[in-house]
């Protein structure tokens, strides 16, 4: 059994990782070149330290920052295997195979090597010097020396990404051989879609540092939790739709029919995985096609055609914008009539020239209601998760956090001032990056950081990955959530409904408030108690120290600041928070 979990603080982004796999599962980590995959693989294997966090291996922990304790990597037994030649250019292969080991046990592990030769087809290069083979002759000669040191755990960091297409498929074949015949772990990183599918028992989606889904390799594939995990997953049309009503299916098992308005469109789906349960109607979600389940219907299939059974909302007439030419197929990029974003299509190549379909043709096509995957709630909330909430309310007051609370050094503010900053932006646009970054910089220097979280929803504190768990991951000593529906403070004690302004109120013994708000939300009214609006600033002028956005003139006579600009914003912090006097 393998757990990881740790922070380290990059150039760009936090790398922030919690993950759990068995003995003998293959974990693929997918996501984009630069979201972190190599920096998790270079933690887990020693080379790079985390900033906070352990890592244990059967039951051995090799990291962990709060006891000090530190595996060195020679005795970490942990084989990495990485896209660049990494033999020994002076050795044989055979030299290369058995370098882990003391020539004096070299007759003792023959029969082994001679197993190894055999498993991965190398028995004629064993004499050959590295620069005289192949990529994929080399890849496999660095798989064998990783399992002649009879490695814990494998890391792969895109081994094949650089070799042509057939000696990749033959690699992931080998990979999946090993993974059947060795009771191993092992993580494999990489950016391609396909060796995902290929390879994963689990799946991993990773972006900025975060592990954003993690599953069964086809509950991810089927079922993806964001828009940014569809679009990871080679879903390349995301909508945003209106949930309008559902109606039975006639088989059960197959879920709700249910009824979306994109932006005027009817289009029907099924919530196979429902996440659609207890939602209201008129709620907005996330929902994805894959290009090749949109289909080109035929002038002369009319409704009565067994393709249009129950989906007449789902036939559109459109546009042919662009056609481009693939191996086996055509992409087509369409535009819906009445609809303004385009969308990708896959047809086969037969279709296209037995209907000669062309640019700017007009054509009918269909979007296959079981498979339009409903993915992310954009507004409101279920029934269950409710449900946790008032379950798991008090948990997190009752943690410590993580080891850190005692390395706070109190620095009071008079009662009349509690600087306050306002984090402003659209959704996915980086606010709790700032926010968890901001929290981490100044924390270590001794500052007490409360944050409150407007427009999040209570359900979810308790829930890992949420905004405001990661507020409390990161060292805030008070986390609050302002909602649309109540202003609710996660106490100890039951929950009340109070403004916006009493939450700061509540929090003024500490140095400094973040206020993370969704783009017009942070300044300068807030909702108060569900129906009413409050007439008074919340941060006030003689307090407020600026707005950090990616929102254009936001607010007049308040400093602003991009979220690019982090180190300048924690230097203006830490430079007006100093000529605050203590109390007393």
């Known amino acids: 059994m393998l757990k990881a979990r740790f922070k380290k603080q990059l150039k760009s982004f936090q790398l922030e990782v919690d993950l759990s796999m068995g003995s003998n599962e293959l974990l693929v980590i997918l996501g984009a070149s630069g979201c972190g995959k190599s920096t998790l693989l270079n933690c887990i294997a020693g080379f ?3 900033d906070d966090g352990y890592f244990e291996l059967e039951k051995t922990v090799y990291e962990d920052t709060l006891s000090n304790q530190h595996i060195p990597i020679n005795k970490r037994h942990i084989a990495y295997i990485q896209q660049e030649n990494t033999l020994f250019p002076h050795l044989s292969v055979k030299e290369n195979i058995l370098y882990s080991v003391t020539k004096k046990s070299w007759p003792d592990l023959k029969e082994k090597y001679q197993l190894l030769l055999t498993l991965l087809d190398i028995n004629n290069l064993e004499n050959r010097s590295p620069k005289t083979l192949s990529g994929g002759q080399n890849q496999r000669v660095a798989i064998a020396r990783a399992l002649m040191m009879e490695p814990k755990l494998i890391l792969w960091d895109e081994p094949f990404s650089a070799l042509d297409h057939l000696i990749r498929e033959d690699l992931r074949a080998l990979v999946n051989s090993l993974k059947a015949q060795l009771n191993i772990p092992m993580i494999f990183v990489t950016h391609d879609l396909e060796e995902a599918f290929q390879l994963a028992n689990n799946l991993a989606i990773m972006a900025q540092g975060q592990i954003l889904q993690m599953d069964k390799r086809d509950k991810v594939f089927n079922s993806p939790v964001s828009d940014t995990v569809g679009k990871t997953l080679g879903i390349t049309n995301v909508l945003k739709a209106t949930y309008q009503q559902s109606a039975c299916v006639g088989d059960s098992r197959h879920g ?9 469109l009817s289009l029907k789906a099924v919530d196979i995985s429902g996440r659609l349960d207890g939602l209201a109607k008129g709620v907005q979600v996330h929902i994805g096609i894959r290009p090749e389940q949109i289909l080109y219907v035929r002038e002369e299939a009319g409704h009565e055609s067994p393709l249009a059974e129950n989906v007449e909302g789902n036939i559109f007439n459109a546009v042919v914008l662009s056609i481009v030419k693939h191996l086996e197929s055509y992409r087509l990029k369409i535009i819906l009539d009445g609809f303004e974003m385009p969308l990708m299509m896959d047809i ?11 640019e700017g043709q007009g054509i009918k096509v269909l979007l296959k ?3 339009i995957i409903i993915m992310d709630v954009i507004e409101g909330q279920t029934a269950n998760d409710l ?13 410590p956090i993580e080891g850190t609370l005692n390395r706070y050094r109190k620095m009071p503010l008079p009662k009349a001032i509690c600087p306050v900053i306002g984090i402003a932006g659209v959704s996915n646009s980086g606010k709790t990056r700032i926010v968890t970054a901001l929290i981490g910089r100044l924390a270590s220097k001794g500052y007490r950081i409360g944050t409150i979280k407007h427009d999040g929803h209570g359900f979810e504190m308790d829930h890992p990955g949420k905004d405001t768990y990661l507020h409390r991951q990161a060292g805030a000593v008070s986390v609050s959530i302002a909602s649309r529906k109540a202003y609710s403070s996660i106490r100890q004690t039951p929950v009340e409904e109070v403004s916006l302004e009493a939450l700061i109120e509540d929090q003024r013994d500490l140095d400094l408030i973040l206020v993370e708000g969704y783009k017009f939300s942070t300044i300068p009214k807030f909702e108060v108690v569900r129906k009413e609006r409050s007439t008074t600033y919340v941060c006030k002028e003689e307090s407020l120290l600026g707005l950090i956005t990616d929102v254009d003139n936001l607010a007049e006579n308040i400093p602003q600041y991009k979220f690019t600009e982090l180190e300048k914003i924690i230097v203006v912090i830490e430079s007006i928070m100093k000529e605050v006097p203590d109390e007393g």
């Open 348 to 358: 086969p190549r037969g279709v296209i020239q037995r209907y000669a379909i062309k």
């Open 387 to 399: 449900n946790c909430l008032n379950e798991k309310r008090h948990l997190l007051d009752r943690l």
């Open 369 to 371: 209601y079981k498979r």
């Open 48 to 50: 790079i330290p985390c």
């Open 256 to 264: 709700q029919l249910i009824s979306f308005d994109c932006d005027g």
